[in-house]
C-alpha cells in the first residue's frame, strides 16, 4: 500500500539550512512533491522531482532522492522566518492521486 | 490564471444540513481531487474525476458525501445530512492530464464548521 511518513517537527535559526525528511514506501511512485503549507492558507507546490532523478535543485531548495531506501529530502538554504510553515512530501504515480505525509512543522527562530 | 477557485471560503452549519461546496479547476486542466485536511487524519483523498468521470471514490466517508463533475469547469462536493465530524477543511486541486506540468495546484480550501 501507499504510505509516506514524515518527522512531525523542526526548528531552525534564521539563517540556517534546513533539512525536511520523508519515507515513502510505494516503490511504483513515479512523481515525488514538496507543498507548503501556512497558516490559514491551501498548498502551495514548492518543486517536484521525478523517480529516475536523484537530485533537483531550485534557487535555495535541493530535493535528494534515494529510490533504493524510498527516501525524500528538502534542504532550505539560508532559512528565513518567512519559511515557518508546515511541508508536506506526497507522491503519485502518472495521472493519479496525491498520497500525502502528515506534514512536518518548521519553525524558524530569529 | 486566476487558480483553483473555491467557495465558500468557510461555512457555518447545524447539524442535519445540507452543505454543498464548490470548486473551479483551472482552465484546461482536465483532473480534479477533492481533499479533506483534519488535525486527526491529515490530508485525506476523497474523490477525484478524470475527465468529468470519477475514478476513485474509495476515500468518500460514507453515504451522506457525494461529489459530482457535470462539466469541465465545475464540481461539487455535498453533504447531507451533515455532522460535527465532517468539520473540517475541504481542499480542491486540479492537474492536467496533458503536457509537461506535473504539479497539482490547490484552491484555498473551504473552512467547514458543523455545529
Known amino acids: 500500500g501507499e504510505d509516506v511518513e514524515q518527522s512531525l517537527f523542526l526548528s531552525v535559526r534564521e539563517g540556517d539550512s534546513s533539512v525536511i525528511n520523508c519515507t515513502y514506501t510505494d516503490s511504483s511512485s513515479t512523481y515525488l512533491y514538496w507543498y507548503k503549507q501556512e497558516p490559514g492558507a491551501g498548498l502551495q507546490l514548492l518543486t517536484y522531482?521525478?523517480?529516475?532523478?536523484d537530485m533537483k535543485q531550485d534557487q535555495r531548495l535541493t530535493v535528494l532522492l534515494n529510490k533504493k531506501d524510498k527516501h525524500l529530502s528538502l534542504r532550505i538554504a539560508d532559512t528565513q522566518t518567512g519559511d515557518s510553515a508546515i511541508y508536506f512530501c506526497a507522491e503519485s504515480k502518472r495521472f493519479q492521486k496525491l498520497v500525502f505525509g502528515t506534514g512536518t512543522r518548521l519553525l524558524v527562530s530569529p | 490564471d486566476a487558480g483553483v477557485i473555491q467557495s465558500p471560503r468557510h461555512e457555518v452549519t447545524e447539524m442535519g444540513q445540507e452543505v454543498t461546496l464548490r470548486c473551479k479547476p483551472i482552465?484546461?486542466?482536465?483532473?480534479l481531487f477533492w481533499y479533506r485536511q483534519t488535525m486527526m487524519r491529515g490530508l485525506e483523498l476523497l474523490i477525484y474525476f478524470n475527465n468529468n468521470v470519477p475514478i476513485d471514490d474509495s476515500g468518500m466517508p460514507e453515504d451522506r458525501f457525494s461529489a459530482k463533475m457535470p462539466n469541465a469547469s465545475f464540481s461539487t462536493l455535498k453533504i447531507q445530512p451533515s455532522e460535527p465530524r465532517d468539520s473540517a477543511v475541504y481542499f480542491c486541486?486540479?492537474?492536467?492530464?496533458?503536457?509537461?506540468?506535473?504539479?497539482?495546484?490547490f484552491g484555498s480550501g473551504t473552512r467547514l464548521t458543523v455545529v
Open positions: 482552465s484546461g486542466h482536465n483532473s
Open positions: 486541486a486540479s492537474n492536467s492530464l496533458r503536457g509537461l506540468n506535473y504539479g497539482y495546484t
Open positions: 522531482i521525478f523517480s529516475n532523478m
